[in-house]
């Protein structure tokens, strides 16, 4: 039978991340060095003019023996032969503290090949010590002793040096890794060419908390509020320390977890430090995270839950504040308003803080400017109500009615109004023309006009969802579709252009307590125009059908999230034009039902300004009424 081979890059295929990442290596060694029971380590990392990179300790030490039997098996098991804790040397006057070993699977004393394809180990107890140079290998031994020695040598401790050529760690950076990666202790102390690093302290603790998994392991949890500490570089998320050691790095997010968005303030101010040694077993080898398990999708859960209060908790005490904050940066525009006005801001803060609690500052401080033009401009809205009231013959006592308010006020409804007749004007005009391009001048003016299809649809809530727009898409897999077929497609990412018609789907968010506060589609509006000539039939009303209910299953959706569907085109069939189904509602209209109904919404006033419109061509028309607002525009871009 034929021996078993080693490749030449055994070692490094097998451990890649310890043999190419210089701050794991070191970490590792590090971690070494804690195992052996060491209670100073001395790292001397190369220079411009030294190019020699060694780690030095104090810990047991090892005999030749000893040295055979660990240091050169292949993925020694140690807790199986040394058990779980650290032994410390015989001459350590205190030993009252119980370590727990980091090392489990022989891997960490590799590190050394991070940076050279050999180094030497020097290792001393009991009066001798024993020295040997280890080398990459091949064929029989993926690494050998290339040279030993033994001499006397008092004490004990470990020594790993070698001729740095390659992966040449920084110095600064290295510092910094090395202080975050162990918890400071006091019988544990760590210098890197000659100055001693001040290990990660849990400095500015807000809450701590002993939970219990459901699987019974326990977990202590600091929460650490940032502004109450002077450490700047704390690394902001879930941090998990292992027997005193960093697991991977701090972070919102865990596998299919999510803790909490990365982009709200609360996120950029905490810390949440998760200790405990009973997770040990699910720490992966090189320490950069965990396995997937049972046992950790308990620890996750049971994390979350704390996040989750104590993102309610912190809210409630800075929702005060925030709203203080806004109200003194409006202070002037709020007292122009009266005591009525006034209430109607606070309750519209509350409302707002309320169904999104981590708000950013900026955003409230601009809904609530918004909402203050809008009770300026009050006057205006209540002349819409009275117009909508208004039958069409009292329409010529309209120069009456507008005596009685302000001028401003009347401009800002009157351009509305003329804009929306626009529209209408523009669409009645060339959805039945055949020689019309309906891709880039009916479908956008329908797409961008919600209110054609309801007042409550028109509302600057509704946007573009990206997740929701992805899985529209992935409802025509199987079809070809243009996303670049419309005029301006980065001013109209989320219409879908299909051979025989285009869609648009939009939507308002909605805060998801459930999900950790994730903002999920809710209200949903599903527009569907078919092409020129096209006759809406029982197949086309399944299609939106399918449309809804596939949104639905997507799992992205609140779950009182609604779906609106209208599939418009030149002709209906004979087929109910109204249908409810489980997952929503889908509506059928013609171009002409949605012009005529418009008309009517706009209190008859297409006809009385037929003649600001008469000498005006169908093109100069249209192109117009493809304009979007200014305001419009700069949500858009920005």
Same mark, same amino acid.
């Given at each position: 039978?034929?021996?078993?081979?080693?490749?030449?890059?055994?070692?490094?295929?097998?451990?890649?991340?310890?043999?190419?990442?210089?701050?794991?290596?070191?970490?590792? =060694?590090?971690?070494?060095?804690?195992?052996?029971?060491?209670?100073?380590?001395?790292?001397?990392?190369?220079?411009?003019?030294?190019?020699? =990179?060694?780690?030095?300790d104090d810990g047991c030490g090892m005999s030749e023996q000893e040295f055979n039997e660990r240091w050169m098996t292949l993925n020694y098991n140690r807790t199986k032969h040394q058990g779980k804790y650290v032994v410390f040397p015989d001459d350590l006057e205190e030993k009252n503290k119980t370590r727990v070993a980091y090392g489990r699977n022989g891997v960490g004393r590799h590190g050394m090949l991070c940076f050279a394809n050999s180094y030497v180990i020097r290792t001393w107890n009991a009066g001798?010590?024993?020295?040997?140079?280890?080398?990459?290998?091949?064929?029989?031994?993926?690494?050998?002793?290339?040279?030993?020695?033994?001499?006397?040598?008092?004490?004990?401790?470990?020594?790993?040096?070698?001729?740095?050529?390659?992966?040449?760690?920084?110095?600064?950076?290295?510092?910094?890794?090395?202080?975050?990666?162990?918890?400071?202790?006091?019988?544990?102390?760590?210098?890197?060419?000659?100055?001693s690093l001040t290990l990660a302290t849990?400095?500015?603790?807000?809450?701590?908390?002993?939970?219990?998994?459901?699987?019974?392991?326990?977990?202590?949890?600091?929460?650490?509020?940032?502004?109450?500490?002077?450490?700047?570089?704390?690394?902001?998320?879930?941090?998990?320390?292992?027997?005193?050691?960093?697991?991977g790095t701090p972070a919102w997010s865990y596998g299919r977890y999510q803790f909490l968005d990365a982009r709200y303030r609360i996120a950029k101010r905490y810390t949440v430090i998760v200790q405990s040694e009973d997770i040990i077993d699910e720490v992966q080898p090189d320490w950069t995270g965990f396995f997937d398990s049972i046992v950790m999708d308990n620890v996750y859960l049971a994390v979350k839950e704390l996040v989750s209060e104590l993102v309610s908790n912190v809210m409630r005490e800075q929702i005060?504040?925030?709203?203080?904050?806004?109200?003194?940066?409006?202070?002037?525009?709020?007292?122009?308003?009266?005591?009525?006005?006034?209430?109607?801001?606070?309750?519209?803060?509350?409302?707002?803080?309320?169904?999104?609690?981590?708000?950013?500052?900026?955003?409230?401080?601009?809904?609530?400017?918004?909402?203050?033009?809008?009770?300026?401009?009050?006057?205006?809205?209540?002349?819409?109500?009275?117009?909508?009231n208004m039958k069409p013959e009292e329409i010529d006592k309209l120069s009456d009615l507008l005596k009685s308010w302000d001028i401003n006020d009347v401009i800002s409804v009157?351009?509305?109004?003329?804009?929306?007749?626009?529209?209408?004007?523009?669409?009645?005009?060339?959805?039945?023309?055949?020689?019309?391009?309906?891709?880039?001048?009916?479908?956008?003016?329908?797409?961008?006009?919600?209110?054609?299809?309801?007042?409550?649809?028109?509302?600057?809530?509704?946007?573009?969802?990206?997740?929701?727009?992805?899985?529209?898409?992935?409802?025509?897999?199987?079809?070809?579709?243009?996303?670049?077929?419309?005029?301006?497609p980065r001013k109209r990412p989320d219409i879908v252009c299909l051979k025989k018609s285009s869609m648009r789907v939009v939507c308002t968010d909605r805060v998801d307590n459930e999900a950790g506060r994730i903002m999920k589609p809710d209200q949903i509006l599903i527009v569907e125009l078919k092409r020129g000539g096209s006759e809406i039939g029982l197949m086309e009303v399944a299609q939106a059908e399918n449309y809804v209910r596939q949104i639905k299953k997507s799992g992205i959706l609140h779950k009182t999230s609604s779906i609106h569907a209208f599939v418009v085109g030149c002709k209906i069939g004979d087929i109910d034009t109204h249908k409810e189904v489980d997952s929503?509602?889908?509506?059928?209209?013609?171009?002409?039902?949605?012009?005529?109904?418009?008309?009517?919404?706009?209190?008859? =006033?297409?006809?009385?300004?037929?003649?600001?419109?008469?000498?005006?061509?169908?093109?100069? =028309?249209v192109e117009k009424a493809l304009k979007e607002p200014a305001q419009i525009k700069m949500r858009l871009e920005n």
């Open positions: 039978m034929g021996k078993i081979r080693f490749e030449d890059d055994y070692i490094f295929r097998n451990n890649r991340m310890i043999t190419s990442s210089p701050d794991i290596a070191l970490t590792e =060694l590090v971690a070494n060095a804690w195992d052996a029971g060491a209670l100073h380590v001395d790292i001397t990392l190369p220079t411009d003019e030294e190019r020699n =990179l060694c780690i030095k001798k010590c024993f020295e040997c140079t280890i080398s990459i290998s091949s064929g029989n031994e993926p690494f050998k002793i290339v040279s030993k020695k033994s001499y006397k040598k008092e004490g004990h401790g470990t020594e790993i040096s070698s001729y740095a050529s390659r992966n040449i760690p920084n110095l600064k950076e290295t510092k910094e890794i090395l202080s975050a990666r162990f918890i400071y202790d006091p019988q544990f102390d760590l210098t890197i060419n000659g100055e849990c400095d500015g603790v807000v809450k701590e908390e002993e939970v219990k998994t459901k699987d019974g392991k326990r977990l202590n949890v600091s929460i650490i509020d940032s502004t109450k500490t002077a450490s700047s570089s704390q690394q902001h998320g879930i941090a998990f320390w292992v027997c005193g050691r960093l697991v005060t504040d925030l709203k203080t904050e806004v109200i003194e940066g409006s202070r002037d525009e709020l007292e122009e308003l009266s005591l009525s006005e006034k209430r109607e801001v606070s309750l519209f803060m509350d409302v707002l803080t309320d169904t999104n609690p981590m708000m950013a500052t900026e955003m409230l401080k601009t809904s609530v400017e918004a909402l203050m033009q809008i009770q300026k401009a009050k006057k205006g809205h209540e002349l819409l109500v009275q117009l909508s009157i351009d509305e109004i003329d804009r929306r007749i626009l529209v209408i004007e523009a669409i009645g005009r060339v959805y039945e023309n055949k020689n019309t391009d309906e891709l880039h001048t009916l479908h956008p003016m329908v797409l961008g006009a919600r209110w054609l299809f309801g007042a409550e649809f028109d509302s600057p809530m509704f946007a573009s969802n990206k997740s929701l727009n992805t899985v529209v898409k992935g409802l025509f897999k199987d079809e070809e579709y243009d996303v670049d077929a419309i005029a301006n929503g509602i889908v509506d059928v209209v013609t171009y002409g039902h949605l012009v005529d109904t418009a008309s009517v919404k706009l209190f008859g =006033l297409r006809q009385t300004l037929e003649e600001h419109y008469k000498n005006l061509d169908d093109e100069c =028309l």
